[in-house]
């Protein structure tokens, strides 16, 4: 061994140190599910077998039983998914809004830092003009188009195919770059199709039962998904399952979704698989504002502006965290202006629409179907989750001055035609049963 070499031995033994402990840079899939109640999946409790696929994944992952969405309908939902912003904070809250370039989306810090981005989605709100786009390098939005004109369109299996041919070529490509694939689900939005062989279980009368079948159809595709990618990498992939809200069923006066802030419009599923920890069920309340800095965690990769969220990680070690609040909004309308605020278990909503002052408190755990307002008998929370509220409407405030208003764009008439299909029209608000 010359004198060179051993001057160099503690450099390489530097360098050997460096690249054992640097952070692996995971394969990810992120599974979306349009208008999944979190409740009507057999891994949250329901007991219709809607979801046996999501089930067996969630057996082997971590379940994060109470996260609610920051905002009752698509686009919100994921700007705060893509940004652990609020609503207030980011702005997107119309239906003519967009996320502009400068956010700085978790799919634009995964491509900087390596990975090979793709995006495969069918939903108007996901096509490129409001601004969820940013940061995929590779983006599907083929059916985006077809699929929403008459909202009659099944794309699920599609989704699958289309999601499954990239991944193969992705296994087979020399570039060893990791993936961050995206893929998003629409089937049960509304309108509510039979599927031959899978809903007659259900029933296919009721708008529910239809919604059930639709859940299982949709898990019908996601578990073939899923278990393709376990035959290609094995566990050996961050894969998380997630919904941007949930669906109504006149439970409040409501049907369909962006009306209310209750709970079956508001929870939903979370569940995610992570090389190396362990299945288990976490408790806590969380949010989706929590999903990018969870995912930027076990990636590895530092954020590199403010998020309203933080990372699950330390839950899924099985460690504690302070309980936090979560805010969720909708005002997607002009004469909307509906907020809630949850603190473990006690929820308050604050109903500003058409001018009007109407607040209602529940106890979640003595009444989670949110029948009993407790508004003017339980003084001492009250006080508290009005301070809580305030404090997050008033950080999101300030917050949001660091960010651009969004540019809201202009729909074409086609366009136009199609948020009417999907259900944004102003002439449908307050027609409950839209
Ligand atoms: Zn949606």
């Known amino acids: 061994m010359n004198a060179t070499i051993l001057l160099l031995l503690p450099v390489l033994a530097w360098l050997c140190a460096c690249s054992s402990e640097a952070p692996r840079r995971p394969n990810i899939l992120v599974v979306s599910i349009d208008t999944l109640r979190a409740d009507h999946l057999g891994c949250y409790g329901y007991e219709r077998p809607t979801s046996p696929a999501i089930d067996e994944f969630a057996a082997r992952a971590v379940v994060f039983e109470d996260a609610h969405s920051s905002a009752s309908w698509t686009l919100p939902s994921f700007a705060s998914l893509y940004t652990s912003l609020y609503s207030t904070t980011h702005g997107c809250w119309k239906v003519d809004s967009r996320l502009e370039s400068e956010h700085d989306t978790l799919a634009e810090h995964l491509r900087d830092a390596g990975w090979d981005t793709c995006l495969i989605v069918p939903h108007m709100f996901l096509s490129g003009q409001y601004g969820l786009q940013q940061g995929f390098t590779h983006v599907d939005d083929s059916l985006v188009r077809t699929a929403i004109e008459s909202n009659k369109v099944v794309s699920s299996p599609a989704m699958t195919e289309k999601t499954l041919a990239w991944l193969e070529r992705k296994k087979q490509s020399p570039d060893d770059s990791p993936f961050f694939l995206w893929v998003h689900y629409f089937d049960p939005h509304d309108l509510y199709l039979p599927h ?60 369909r979704h962006g009306y209310s802030l209750y709970q079956e419009a508001v929870h939903i599923p979370f569940i995610l698989q992570a090389p190396g920890f362990q299945p288990r069920r976490v408790p806590d309340l969380v949010s989706n504002i929590d999903f990018m800095p969870t995912i930027l965690d076990l990636s590895g990769v530092e954020p590199r502006g403010r998020m309203e969220g933080r990372s699950l990680v ?101 366009d136009a035609a199609r948020l009417g299909a999907l259900g944004y029209a102003e002439d449908a608000v307050g027609a409950d049963g839209k």
């Open 196 to 255: 031959e062989g899978i809903s007659e279980q259900f029933g296919t009368t009721e708008e529910i039962d239809l919604y059930d079948g639709e859940i299982r159809f949709v898990d019908l595709h996601v578990g073939r998904l899923l278990a393709r990618v376990r035959e290609l990498w094995g566990d050996d992939v961050v894969v998380a399952i997630v919904a941007d809200h949930g669906e109504e069923f006149g439970e409040h006066g409501h049907k």
């Open 314 to 414: 330390p839950f899924l070690r099985g460690e504690s965290l302070p309980p936090r609040g979560a805010l969720s909004e909708v005002r997607w309308h002009d004469d909307q202006d509906m907020r809630c605020w949850r603190e473990e278990d006690w929820k308050l909503h604050e109903d500003r629409s058409h001018g009007k002052e109407r607040d209602e408190l529940y106890d979640l755990a003595a009444d989670p179907k949110e029948r009993a307002n407790l508004i003017e008998r339980r003084e001492e929370p009250l006080q508290r989750l009005r301070t809580g509220l305030g404090h997050a409407l008033g950080v999101a405030l300030q917050l949001a001055k660091s960010y651009p208003q969004p540019r809201r764009y202009q729909p074409s008439p086609g």
